[in-house]
């Protein structure tokens, strides 16, 4: 049962947390933000307000952010919903269990003993992060929790000695350019980064332990980057190229102008030889970790997946390592994140082989003490592989199906903060 979840030392805890929280904003203190986007220092037992009181211009209240009930409401009335359907109508083994804190889909997970948490891998577009560069309060205030808890407050520069957490690193997990996550985050949030471990750029560029270690990185073969461009040509369509925090595209067109402007990657670049020269990206010649093909117009993109997905196919002279066959103009993995963008990556890559490489080079077993968080398909590998792994309640049907919970809230009502102050601390 869920009692077996949490002992009743931790579900006091809960309701210590619960009690110490301000529902609804009743105490009208603001927002609990300074001018600044950093978090101010009263002391409220979470440290936060997570129902602040909207200001007049900030438009009609959402009655879903605003309204979430209390955590050890929503723990307690779990326990009762998942115990209670335990003894009076006993569900198949399979079958997924919802309460009003999240979907279950992995009975065993609460069968036997809660995973020792140790690390915190969290997906950021669309599961931190909302309407572009947003994150709720309660998702904001859970992040700096987990980072105190695994590194410090950031002004000791040194753990907290009184906490009980097993919590030892927290890290992004992002489709984003390293100084995208950045950019985007809070800078409470993103100033951290370069200090901590990092999955970037769909796990083609990783970082270890202190941020400074590369150990993992892939790019593309050139001659997908050709094929790719000659496919956008053909389908009208946009490319960006990246190449760690260097964006390159031939043209700027608003898709390719909005990921700067709407999701907080550098400004994309021209791509130029050393003259200044206008070339194409398959002539970068550092060469690219990923493309992007883009439009707004999200029906033009459905083929021009199937398009691609038959350009990098295995051929038949294709040999089982994953090499380029002769007859086809290399493999890679095709993704999506976003429904605007398509992605081109090496070959087997992906968010769930960089997670795996980062966890390995700090001694973290994935499948016992790992914490995954995410919303989209280029989540699924890394949320099914995870000990835990929770999708919030906006994600796509291939991130809900591969995690073992899905949260009733979505990103925009603090869905990630509520799971890693459940779960992971």
């Not at 199906?401 to 925009?412: H, S």
């Amino acid at each position: 049962s869920k009692g077996d979840f949490y002992d009743d030392d931790e579900l006091s805890d809960l309701l210590s947390l619960h009690e110490a929280l301000t529902i609804n904003g009743e105490d009208g203190s603001g927002d609990g933000r300074d001018g600044g986007g950093q978090v101010d220092g009263e002391d409220d037992g979470l440290d936060f307000d997570p129902f602040p009181v909207k200001k007049p211009d900030d438009g009609p209240p959402s009655p879903d952010a605003f309204s979430i009930p209390g955590i050890h409401d929503l723990v307690l009335r779990t326990v009762r919903e998942i115990d209670d359907v335990g003894e009076k109508t006993p569900a198949p083994a399979d079958a997924a269990a919802r309460s009003p804190v999240a979907t279950v889909n992995n009975p065993a997970l609460l069968a036997g003993a809660k995973p020792t948490v140790r690390a915190i891998a969290t997906d950021v577009d669309g599961t931190l992060l909302h309407g572009g560069k947003r994150i709720h309060p309660i998702t904001e205030r859970a992040v700096l929790r987990a980072i105190d808890a695994a590194y410090g407050d950031g002004r000791r520069g040194e753990k907290n000695a009184n906490t009980t957490t097993t919590l030892e690193h927290f890290f992004v997990a992002t489709g984003k350019s390293r100084r995208g996550a950045m950019l985007s985050l809070p800078d409470s949030v993103g100033d951290r980064l370069p200090s901590m471990p990092g999955v970037y750029i769909q796990g083609l560029y990783c970082v270890g332990r202190d941020g400074s270690t590369v150990v993992f990185e892939r790019k593309l073969p050139a001659s997908a980057v050709a094929a790719t461009e000659r496919l956008a040509d053909e389908l009208g369509l946009s490319v960006v190229g990246y190449d760690g925090d260097v964006l390159l595209s031939t043209d700027l067109t608003g898709p390719v102008v909005s990921l700067s402007e709407y999701y907080g990657e550098p400004t994309v670049e021209i791509a130029a030889d050393g003259e200044g020269n206008p070339i194409r990206l398959s002539e970068h010649g550092p060469g690219l970790h990923k493309l992007l093909v883009m439009d707004d117009d999200v029906g033009r993109l459905a083929p021009a997946r199937e398009r691609l997905e038959e350009l990098f196919a295995p051929g038949d002279d294709d040999d089982d390592d994953g090499s380029e066959g002769e007859t086809r103009e290399g493999r890679c993995t095709i993704t999506q994140a976003l429904p605007t963008m398509l992605e081109v990556l090496p070959f087997g890559c992906g968010k769930g082989l960089g997670v795996r490489k980062v966890c390995d080079s700090l001694g973290i077993d994935v499948e016992s003490e790992l914490m995954a968080l995410g919303d989209a398909e280029n989540d699924a590998d890394m949320l099914g592989a995870a000990a835990i792994g929770i999708a919030v309640g906006n994600a796509c049907p291939a991130a809900r199906e591969g995690a073992d919970l899905v949260m009733e809230a979505g990103n925009d009502e603090g869905g990630a903060g509520v799971a890693i102050e459940l779960f992971g601390l």
